[in-house]
């Protein structure tokens, strides 16, 4: 969005409410007039004040007063301009904000470009107000009138709008809510492989705020340059990639191709377009099976007993030979343990296309009638009771731990971090069924079925170096884990 104002202030950017300059309309010319949209965005005040009628634009009016009405076919009129604006989405050059100081306050948000009017000398105004902060702005060209003094001017790059790779998917739809709770905006990608679009109205309802949203895949660079040009991104939280074991030793060209070669095009369009900073969403199995646990950072990875895992080693090491390359990018590694739970409203949770190859999701369709019974895949392994041990944390407490990454890495330069998170308790399969059993109140019926290949006996997280670091703790116990996931799967019924 394209944005024109008048300001008394040219350091505080105090705004005259209804006054436009008759320089205007040369400025727009040299404003990219090539490229300007058509739509002018003003104030009643303004709006009423223009000498003529804009040709060849769509004006929306903004006003307070429901009897106001205009009389000109290529105008509308919006009695609340904040709805309108976050039910309309806008490329960068396709609305102008013009006049009136109050309407650019609520329009800021979604403007990257700007036309800023500065008077000179004294000027009386009946109402004014605080409109924008100009150490956002950065000046592109600046031209003198007597009265006034026109910048055109480009918003520098926030790190509060952050492009999330797997939005829609369980751990992305989750810390898109909590990036949006923590006052970021969102720019989301996903192919809906594994996750449902009414995701998206899912996270509006939780938050009351929409993301900008691109169906696409990660390996399109065309439309990876489309979505970087269109929005002001600051930083990438990439969770887009293919989660299964088991499914990867069947299809190993699959997930290197969708895992690695998709985070190689998007290294790329980041390098490209100037964007330095991303958090990646890793996992405890590149620890391999030689390492004794519980797992901690500084123990060599490598030697995975599958395609997945192997996958997350080469895309870690790729980022950490970009931060010793490049000393201006920044990556922040969290290894994943094992999340489990749903957001505490029952609207957001693990509901993945097919047959669940996670164990939760399992248990939640036995638990609907939707499976006959639960698979535990091996009761001879070599722990308390023959079942796999894996360190299980609470999806939302893994979502808020990627905020904190993001401000980790947000001031730095050329660094490279690896966190583990987990709650660094394991619990058994059996340990999951019978606790899912008890705050739910239900019966999970179960079989002993033979070992998945590339699944580990047993393993789980020192992630004392995420709490001191990171100043983060897991708050949700294992029953509130659970007691979420049954909340979630009876809402979906």
């Known amino acids: 969005m394209l944005t024109i104002s008048i300001a008394m202030d040219e350091n505080k950017g105090i705004g005259i409410k209804g006054r436009l300059p008759w320089h205007l309309k040369e400025e727009l010319k040299l404003f990219k007039s090539n490229t300007v949209g058509k739509t002018i965005l003003m104030g009643q005040t303004t709006y009423d004040g223009l000498p003529r009628k804009l040709k060849d634009r769509h004006t929306v009016v903004c006003s307070i007063d429901p009897e106001y009405k205009v009389d000109d076919p290529d105008a509308e009129v919006t009695y609340d301009l904040m709805k309108f604006l976050n039910e309309k989405e806008f490329s960068d050059d396709e609305v102008i904000v013009c006049g ?135 930083a990438v939280i990439d969770f887009a990639a293919y989660k299964a074991v088991g499914d990867s030793v069947r299809k190993p060209v699959e997930y290197y191709t969708n895992n690695v070669s998709s985070v190689l095009v998007l290294l790329s369009v980041m390098k490209e377009k100037n964007v330095r900073s991303i958090v990646f969403s890793s996992s405890a199995t590149v620890y391999g099976e030689n390492n004794p646990i519980p797992y901690v950072e500084t123990m060599p990875i490598g030697g995975t007993t599958n395609p997945y895992g192997t996958s997350k080693v080469f895309v870690e090491q790729i980022l950490k030979d970009l931060c010793f390359a490049d000393k201006s990018f920044n990556a922040c590694i969290l290894r994943y343990f094992n999340p489990i739970g749903a957001h505490e409203s029952g609207l957001l949770g693990e509901n993945p296309n097919g047959v669940p190859a996670n164990l939760m999701p399992y248990i939640d369709k036995v638990a609907l009638g939707k499976l006959e019974r639960l698979n535990i895949f091996g009761d001879d392994y070599p722990t308390k009771d023959g079942t796999g041990v894996r360190d299980y944390i609470h999806v939302v407490d893994l979502a808020k731990v990627h905020i904190k990454g993001l401000k980790k890495i947000e001031h730095k330069k050329g660094s490279y971090y690896v966190y583990n998170i987990g709650t660094g308790v394991g619990y058994s399969v059996l340990d999951i069924v019978r606790a899912y059993e008890k705050v739910n109140d239900i019966t999970i019926p179960y079989v002993i079925a033979p070992r998945r290949p590339g699944d580990l006996p047993e393993y789980y997280a020192d992630s004392s170096k995420a709490q001191k670091e990171l100043n983060w703790h897991t708050e949700k116990t294992l029953e509130d884990m659970c007691r979420d996931c049954y909340r979630f799967v009876l809402n979906c019924k």
């Open 100 to 234: 009136g100081a109050s309407i650019y306050r609520q329009a800021y948000p979604f403007c990257h470009k700007a036309l800023i009017s500065f008077v000179k000398g004294d000027y009386e105004v009946d109402t004014h107000f605080d409109v924008f902060d100009m150490n956002d702005w950065e000046v592109v060209k600046e031209v003198e009138y007597e009265d006034f003094i026109y910048r055109e001017m480009n918003r520098k790059r926030s790190s509060k709008r952050i492009f999330v790779t797997g939005c829609c998917g369980y751990i992305g739809s989750h810390t898109t809510v909590e990036l949006l709770n923590d006052g970021y905006d969102v720019v989301g990608l996903d192919n809906f492989s594994n996750s449902q679009p009414e995701v998206l109205d899912k996270i509006t309802r939780i938050t009351g705020k929409k993301i900008r949203f691109y169906e696409g895949n990660m390996l399109d660079r065309e439309l990876l340059e489309k979505i970087f040009d269109e929005n002001d991104i600051g």
